[in-house]
Every structure is written in C-alpha cells, then in structure tokens.
C-alpha cells in the first residue's frame, strides 16, 4: 500500500452513515457537503422541508423533516432514523439558535429556547441514538463518533448581549465532556467543536451591533485574516470522524483563527 493510500485510509470517512442535524444550511451545509464529497452516508435533518429536499435533491443524501426544539421532536428523528438505517456510525449536533437581547429586558423565552435547541437537544438526539452508535461501533470495530458544535462563545463571552446563547454553548461544551466519560465504556467518543466566525445567517444577526462589527473581527481578532470555510470545519470534523480521531475524546478543540488566542 503506498503512503498515499495510508492517508486516505487515516483519515477516510468513506462508508461512514453519517446524521447532520441542521444540515441543510450554513455551518451544517459545510459540513454536509464536506461528508458527502468524501463517500460518506449522509442523512441530513432539518425543519425547513424546502431547504431539506433542495440540498438532498442537490448532494443525493438523505432527508429527514424534524424540530428538535422538543424531546418529543427529537425522539421522532430518532425513530424515523431508525426506520431507514441500520447503524449510526457518526452524530453531529449542528442545529442551533442565536439569541441577544439587552439585559435589562432580556427575556426568559431567550434563556429557555437556546437551551432547548442548543443543550437538551444533543443531550436528548445522543440518549436515543447511544444504543444503535454503541453497535455500530462493536462491529466495525471502532468507535462511534459524537460531534457537537459548539462555539468559541462557551469558552469566553462575546462582547454582545448575547447572555443565553453564551450559556447554552458553555453548557454545551461542559455537557459533552461529561458524556464522553458516560459513553467511553460504550464504545462511543464524545467531542466539541467550538467554531469561531463563519460566515452564515447566524452571524450576520451580528450587524445590529454595527456594520463594521464583522470588518472588526476579522482585522483585529484573528490571527489567520478570513473568515471560516467550510474545509476550516468540514476538515476538522473529518478528522474526529476518521480514524486519525479515534482516541480522542472529551475535547473541545478551538477552530476560530485563532481568536481566543489572542486574548
């Protein structure tokens, strides 16, 4: 075998069944695209059937309508996943929402529907699909792979009055290092990645703030002067989702430009 056929092998995700909450815009679309270029089996979920049915139509993947802002919304993708697949070799917990509000008026409907889609969700999409993960790692013989988005947000707060949308990502964050040790003994790796600016409708919310908000970042925050592509994310949840990545768990690993490195 070549030392080319080596790498590919290190870091193949081909054959891989792989469920994208989210997955059919922003960061989730990177990420859906980055799977399904790569040989991967892809079912995407979202609540937009329009968009859902436009990307799978698009990268000939899976589809699957679902609001995971309920138990009982994430208990029914898990089920209907079930219904069509035979194994979960890869969970990726994209769907997310935003929310600011100042803190005089902030609302308790913020708190309560970041934390719904942004931790309860995961928590609730890993309890359904632990034991279906669990033996589709027992017979490939390798682990199963969780990977939640999170963001540079949960380790320090954003200078915007973004209090529960902080919360919810560090909660996020603290959640999944809890359940890597949880699922260890199951055969199951449990990890973060805490994204930094990535161009997507989430964070074009930020030009309330100012339209030079986004300029400002990107000048004076970065150490690498872009914005975030979709191999920036698309790479790194391949590498925790291949076998480069199987002895890795419990981690949140930064892909921000290095943003938090400079304060």
Not at 35 to 46: Q, Y
Not at 105 to 110: P, R, V
Not at 184 to 195: E, K, P, Q
């Amino acid at each position: 075998m070549s030392s080319d056929e080596d790498e590919d092998a290190l870091f193949s995700v081909s054959g891989k069944t792989v469920l994208i909450t989210g997955g059919s815009k922003g960061v989730g679309l990177m990420l859906t695209e980055t799977f399904c270029a790569r040989g991967a089996r892809v079912c995407i979920a979202s609540r937009n059937e329009n968009d859902g049915l436009k990307i799978s139509k698009r990268l000939k993947c899976d589809f699957i309508q679902a609001d995971l802002s309920t138990e009982a919304g994430c208990k029914k993708l898990a089920n209907e996943f079930k219904s069509r697949y035979e194994r979960l070799d890869v969970l990726i917990n994209n769907s997310g929402v935003a929310w600011g509000e100042p803190f005089e008026s902030h609302s308790e409907k913020g708190f309560y529907k970041t934390h719904a889609l942004n931790v309860v969700a995961p928590f609730v999409l890993i309890r359904e699909f632990a034991d279906l993960m669990e033996s589709s790692g027992r017979k490939i013989g390798t682990p199963s792979r969780v990977i939640n988005i999170g963001s540079i947000a949960g380790l320090k707060p954003q200078v915007f009055p973004t209090f529960s949308y902080d919360a919810s990502k560090a909660a996020l964050h603290h959640m999944s290092t809890k359940l890597a040790d949880e699922l260890s003994s199951r055969n199951i790796t449990v990890n973060v990645l805490a994204l930094g600016f990535f161009p997507t409708k989430m964070t074009d919310s930020l030009d309330v703030y100012g339209k030079d908000v986004k300029d400002n970042i990107m000048s004076n925050g970065l150490l690498i002067k872009r914005v975030g592509r979709a191999e920036d994310v698309g790479g790194a949840a391949v590498y925790l989702a291949s076998p480069a990545g199987s002895w890795v768990t419990g981690s949140v690993l930064k892909v921000d430009g290095g943003f938090l490195s400079k304060l």
